[in-house]
T-cell receptor, first 114, second 109 residues
Framework: IAGITQAPTSQILAAGRRMTLRCTQD?????MYWYRQDLGLGLRLIHY???????GKGEVPDGYSVSRANTDDFPLTLASAVPSQTSVYFC?????????????FGPGTRLTVL | GQNIDQPTEMTATEGAIVQINCTYQ??????LFWYQQHAGEAPTFLSY??LDGLEEKGRFSSFLSRSKGYSYLLLKELQMKDSASYLC??????????WGAGTKLIIKP
C-alpha cells in the first residue's frame, strides 16, 4: 500500500538519551518534511528535504538532525532528548518542494521524554 | 510576524451546516490549504485555494478572499464522522507552509 510509514508508533524516553524516529515513503516523492504538533499550536516544521542529498532547517530545528541518503527514507534524530521535545512527530512528503504541492502525512510518532 | 487565526473549537448538529473561518497575516501569499485531522491520526488534504472564490467538492467547500486575508471551509449535511480538527495553512512568499493551530469541530446528534 502506497504511503508513508513511521516508527515507532510511540516511545517513552529518558532525558539525555539519543533517539531516531524513522520515516519511509514509497511514493517516490522528492520532498520530505518533519513536523512536531503540540496542543494549542499549529504544526511546526523541524527540518525538510527538497530532494535526496539535501536538507534544510525549518522553524524549530534546535536539538534535531536529519539525513536524506535516498529518496525513500528521512530519519529524524534527537541527539540528547529533553522534556520539551515531548510531542507528536509527523513525517510528510510531497511530489516536489516549494510549498504548493499537497503534503501527505505519516501516522505520527508520539514521543514522551521524562 | 506571520499569523493564522482560527477558532479553537466549534460545535454543530448532525445534518446542519457549519462554516470554519481562517484569517491570515503572512509575508506574501501563494495559496491556502485546508486539512482534516481526526483525533490521534494524521492530517489529510481537503482543499487548496490560490484564486479568489469558492471551490466546491461534494459536501465540503472552501472560499478565499486574498484582499481580506480570509478563507472559510463550509461543511454541509454534517455527519458524525466529520468530528475532527480542521487545519488552515498558508503558503508564504518564500513558499513555506504556515499552519494555523486548527479548529476542533464537535458534532452532536
Amino acid at each position: 500500500i502506497a504511503g508513508i510509514t513511521q516508527a515507532p508508533t510511540s516511545q517513552i524516553l529518558a532525558a539525555g538519551r539519543r533517539m531516531t524516529l524513522r520515516c519511509t515513503q514509497d511514493m517516490r516523492h522528492n520532498a520530505m518534511y518533519w513536523y512536531r504538533q503540540d496542543l494549542g499550536l499549529g504544526l511546526r516544521l523541524i527540518h525538510y528535504s527538497n530532494t535526496a542529498g539535501t536538507t534544510g532547517k525549518g522553524e524549530v530545528p534546535d536539538g534535531y538532525s536529519v539525513s536524506r541518503a535516498n529518496t525513500d527514507d528521512f530519519p529524524l534524530t534527537l541527539a540528547s532528548a529533553v522534556p520539551s521535545q515531548t510531542s507528536v512527530y509527523f513525517c510528510a512528503s510531497s511530489p516536489s518542494g516549494g510549498g504548493t504541492d499537497t503534503q501527505y502525512f505519516g501516522p505520527g510518532t508520539r514521543l514522551t521524554v521524562l | 510576524g506571520q499569523n493564522i487565526d482560527q477558532p479553537t473549537e466549534m460545535t454543530a448538529t448532525e445534518g446542519a451546516i457549519v462554516q470554519i473561518n481562517c484569517t491570515y497575516q503572512t509575508s506574501g501569499f501563494n495559496g491556502l490549504f485546508w486539512y482534516q485531522q481526526h483525533a490521534g491520526e494524521a492530517p489529510t488534504f481537503l482543499s487548496y485555494n490560490v484564486l479568489d472564490g469558492l471551490e466546491e467538492k461534494g459536501r465540503f467547500s472552501s472560499f478565499l478572499s486574498r484582499s481580506k486575508g480570509y478563507s472559510y471551509l463550509l461543511l454541509k449535511e454534517l455527519q458524525m464522522k466529520d468530528s475532527a480538527s480542521y487545519l488552515c495553512a498558508v503558503i508564504d512568499s518564500n513558499y513555506q507552509l504556515i499552519w494555523g493551530a486548527g479548529t476542533k469541530l464537535i458534532i452532536k446528534p
